[in-house]
C-alpha cells in the first residue's frame, strides 16, 4: 500500500519529469482524439478511423526512407499525406463502384496496412541505425515521448479543438443531416474534407501513444461514451475529451506502477472501461436507466389493463366484484394479479374487502381514461385508415397506454367529440 502511495505522490507531483511529460503528453493526445472522433462517430462511420490509423503506416515508413532521420514532424507530414489519401481512395471508389461501404474500408485498410508493414519489414533490414524504434507505431509507446514531441501534439490538438469550436455548428449539421445543412447554404465538400484533415492529423499524432492497431479505439470510445450521458453535441464533446484525457493519464500511471506494463493497451483498457460505466449509468440512455423504464411502463401497462377489467365487470365501476371473477379471465397468473392489485390498493385506485373488490373515484376517473383513449383510437383508425371494425380492438389495445392529454385532446377536435365507438360502445368522458 505504502508503495502504491509513494506511486501516486511521484506522478502528480512531476518529481520524474519524463513520466510528467508521458501522462500530459497521452492525455493531450487522448483528449484530441475523443473531442475529433465524436463527429467520426456521430457520421456512423466508426470504420474509417481503423482505416485511417492503419494507413498512416506507410506515410511514417516512406517519410524514413526519404529522410533517414526519425523526426516527429516529418513522420506528421508522411502519415498525413497517406491518410488523406485514403479517405479519397475510400471516397472515389465507393462514388464509382457498386461495392459494399464495408468491403471498401477493409480492402482499404489491408492494402495500406500491408503495405505499411511491407516498408517496414525492408527498412529493418536496409542496415540504418536510426531506424530502431519504427515498429513502436504498431503498437505504441508513450513512454519514448520526449518535451519537444508534446509541445508538437499539443499544438496541433489545439488547433484541431480550435477549428472544432469555430466550425462547430457546420460539422453538428454535417454529422445530422447533410441535405438541411447544403440546403441553408453551408458547403457540405469543404465541411467533410475539413472534418477528414481535422482527423487524419488526429491519428497522426495519437498513433505515438497507442500505435496504428489502437487508435481506432481512441477515436471512437469516448464518443460512444459520452452519447449515453447526453443528447447535446457541446457536452457530448466535453465527455468524450474528458474521458479521453483522463484515460491518458491514468493508462500512463498503472503502465508506470507496473512492471513492463505496456502504456497504449492499458490506455484503451482505462477509456473502455469508462465507457462502459456511461453505457450503464447514463441517466437517460444507459442500460439501467431503460431497464427502469421499461418496467415503468409494465407496470403501468398491467395497473390500467386491470383497472379497465374491473371497470367494465363493475358495471362502470359502480358496483364490487369478486376476485375470482377476475382470475377467470386467464389474463394474468394468481400472484402477479395479488401483486397489481396490492400495487392499486396502495395507489389509492381500489379498495379490496374479503375477495371482494371496488374501485375508488381515483380508480374510476383512471379506467375511464384508459377505455377512452382505446375507443378514441378505435374511431381514428376505421376513420382515417378505413380498417374494419373487427381489425382495430388490437391496434388500440396498445397504443391507448402511450396516448398523452395532449395527443387525447386533438384525438377529441379531429373526430368532433364522438359519442360512440365502431363497436356501438359509449365512450365515457
Known amino acids: 500500500m505504502m508503495e502504491f502511495w509513494g506511486h501516486i505522490t511521484t506522478f502528480f507531483s512531476a518529481e520524474n519529469y519524463t513520466l510528467f511529460v508521458v501522462g500530459i503528453g497521452s492525455g493531450v493526445l487522448c483528449f484530441a482524439s475523443g473531442v475529433v472522433g465524436t463527429f467520426t462517430y456521430l457520421r456512423k462511420r466508426a470504420l474509417i478511423g481503423d482505416v485511417i490509423s492503419h494507413s498512416v503506416l506507410p506515410g511514417v515508413a516512406i517519410a524514413f526512407m526519404l529522410t533517414g532521420v526519425k523526426n516527429p514532424v516529418y513522420f506528421l507530414i508522411g502519415a498525413v499525406i497517406s491518410g488523406l489519401l485514403a479517405i479519397w481512395i475510400v471516397d472515389y471508389v465507393q462514388a464509382k463502384s457498386k461495392l459494399k461501404p464495408d468491403a471498401i474500408l477493409a480492402l482499404t485498410l489491408s492494402v495500406f496496412f500491408g503495405l505499411g508493414i511491407v516498408l517496414l519489414t525492408k527498412i529493418q533490414h ?16 508513450a513512454a519514448s515521448m520526449s518535451i519537444a514531441d508534446v509541445k508538437l501534439f499539443s499544438i496541433i490538438a489545439a488547433i484541431n479543438i480550435a477549428c472544432i469550436l469555430i466550425f462547430l455548428r457546420g460539422f453538428s449539421l454535417v454529422s ?13 465538400k469543404f465541411l467533410k474534407s475539413f472534418l477528414a484533415l481535422l482527423t487524419v492529423l488526429t491519428v497522426a499524432i ?33 465527455y468524450a475529451g474528458l474521458f479521453g484525457f483522463l484515460s491518458g493519464v491514468i493508462g500512463v500511471f498503472i503502465s508506470y506502477s507496473g512492471t513492463g506494463m505496456p ?38 401497462i398491467n395497473n390500467e389493463n386491470v383497472l379497465k377489467d374491473i371497470y367494465k365487470l363493475a358495471d362502470d365501476g359502480q358496483k364490487t366484484i369478486e376476485t375470482s371473477i377476475l382470475l377467470q379471465q386467464e389474463k394474468y397468473a394468481t400472484s402477479e394479479l395479488k401483486a397489481i392489485l396490492n400495487r392499486l390498493e396502495r395507489q389509492d385506485y381500489l379498495d379490496q ?8 373515484d381515483r380508480g374510476r376517473i383512471a379506467a375511464r381514461e384508459v377505455i377512452r383513449k382505446h375507443r378514441l383510437w378505435e374511431i381514428y383508425l376505421s376513420k382515417y385508415f378505413q380498417m374494419q371494425e373487427d381489425h382495430v380492438h ?36
Do not use: C
Not at 542496415?127 to 505504441?140: E, I, V, W
Not at 498513433?207 to 470510445?221: E, N
Open 126 to 141: 536496409s542496415g540504418n541505425d536510426a531506424q530502431s524504434g519504427l515498429d513502436s507505431f504498431l503498437f505504441g509507446k
Open 176 to 188: 445530422f443531416d447533410e441535405n438541411y445543412a447544403r440546403g441553408i447554404g453551408f458547403n457540405i
Open 206 to 238: 495519437g498513433v505515438q501513444a497507442v500505435g496504428v492497431v489502437l487508435m481506432a479505439a481512441l477515436l471512437i470510445t469516448p464518443a460512444a461514451g459520452a452519447r449515453f450521458l447526453t443528447n447535446s453535441i457541446r457536452r457530448m464533446l466535453m
Open 263 to 300: 502504456t497504449g493497451p492499458w490506455i484503451v483498457v482505462v477509456l473502455s472501461l469508462f465507457t462502459i460505466t456511461a453505457i450503464m449509468l447514463g441517466k437517460q440512455r444507459g442500460v439501467i436507466a431503460r431497464l427502469k423504464l421499461r418496467k415503468g411502463n409494465h407496470i403501468k
Open 353 to 360: 374487502v374479503r375477495g371482494f373488490i371496488i374501485l375508488s
Open 394 to 429: 388490437d391496434d388500440a389495445e396498445g397504443i391507448e397506454h402511450v396516448i398523452t392529454p395532449e395527443i387525447e385532446k386533438h384525438l377529441i377536435k379531429l373526430l368532433e367529440r364522438p359519442e360512440i365507438d365502431p363497436h356501438q360502445s359509449e365512450i365515457p368522458y
